[in-house]
């Protein structure tokens, strides 16, 4: 089969891979019909995930059909169309017990990091009773793409770590695919203000359609003051940080209210500094999450009730053999102007 593989930092190639076999007995083997490409994909590709390493098929979301399964799997049969979770869970150890599946001591986040991911024409899921989901007739399947990570990823550690609630101020620094999600989801909680800051106006725009309550430019240099300026002084109750880079955690720091919240979405490669000494007094909470995917059967049923339009988040598609075309799109977002993109089997 043809898979997508990480060669190491910022080397990618596509090539032939054995056609994956069944390991244990909770497997399923997968035959994609749709991925995509996450940013936490680039990072890989930039060195910032360690425990991925060079050989690795890359991706950990997308829908496909089954094409067997391992003995012990009960939910799911040969020729079911499933929703792939970018997590794997057991469902019996202790984190998955206090519902931290990303923190299973059998699974967690591996695929397309610690094990072939699901960039490619057929993908192995371990313990897929609890790692796939049933995909209802008649669903768009091209919008639950979006439910394997970026939505689950945005409402858990942006919007429910980020204590978002009716009344409230938030301001989402990043306005890319993540950051995007986020927005689309806080909205459940109906917070007062929500403001998107991000470095390219075009996605700012995007922001705006999607249901911002403010942009800022960050470009200007004046994100903090004119954060100020729209809060009458005080910061807002949720800065949530979704890009990944020192630059945009600081300002979280810098324009969270007393009492505040910092929830962090990014991944992050190098290290950034805690200004303690302006914050040890302010009350505020940081929180850092792995997406543990528990909010996909709500979000599920959200976007069969059209409450969400998940659909919002997709820009450009494409066929597996253009998948390094994928990449490029999406890496250069700025100038291609691109959000998520669909890649489809052959």
Partial sequence: MK???????NIRAVENRPKP???????????????????????????????????RILGHEGVGVVDSVGPAVTAFHKGDHVLISCVSACGKCEYCRRGMYSHCLTGGWILGNKIDGTQAEYVRTPHA???????????????????????????????????????????????????????????????????MIDLDAN???VAKHFGATDIINSASGRAQETVMEMTQGKGVDTAIEAVGIPATFEL?????????????????????ALHLEKLW??????????????????????????????????????????ILEAYDTFAHAADTKSLKVIIEAD
């Fill in 203 to 205: 996605r700012l725009v």
């Fill in 281 to 322: 007094d302010r009350n505020i909470s940081i929180t850092t999450r792995l997406v543990d995917t528990v909010s996909m059967p709500m979000l599920l049923k959200s976007l069969s009730a059209k409450k969400i339009d998940a659909k919002l988040l997709i820009t450009h598609r494409f066929k597996f053999d253009e």
């Fill in 21 to 55: 076999e069944l390991i244990d007995p909770g497997d399923a083997i997968i035959k994609m019909l749709k991925t995509t490409i996450c940013g936490t994909d680039l990072h890989i590709l930039k060195g910032d995930v360690a425990t991925c390493t060079p050989g």
């Fill in 252 to 272: 979280c720091q810098q324009i969270v209210a007393a009492g505040g919240t910092i929830a962090n979405i990014g991944v992050h490669g190098v290290p950034v």
């Fill in 3 to 9: 898979a997508l593989i990480y060669k190491g930092p």
């Fill in 129 to 195: 009773d609890i790692s796939l989901y049933p995909i209802p007739a008649g669903a768009d399947e091209e919008a639950l793409v979006m439910l394997s990570d970026i939505l689950p990823t945005g409402f858990e550690c942006g919007v429910l770590n980020g204590k978002v609630a009716p009344g409230s101020t938030v301001a989402i620094v990043g306005a890319g695919p993540i950051g995007l999600a986020t927005l689309l989801t806080a909205q459940f909680y109906s917070p007062a203000q929500i403001i």
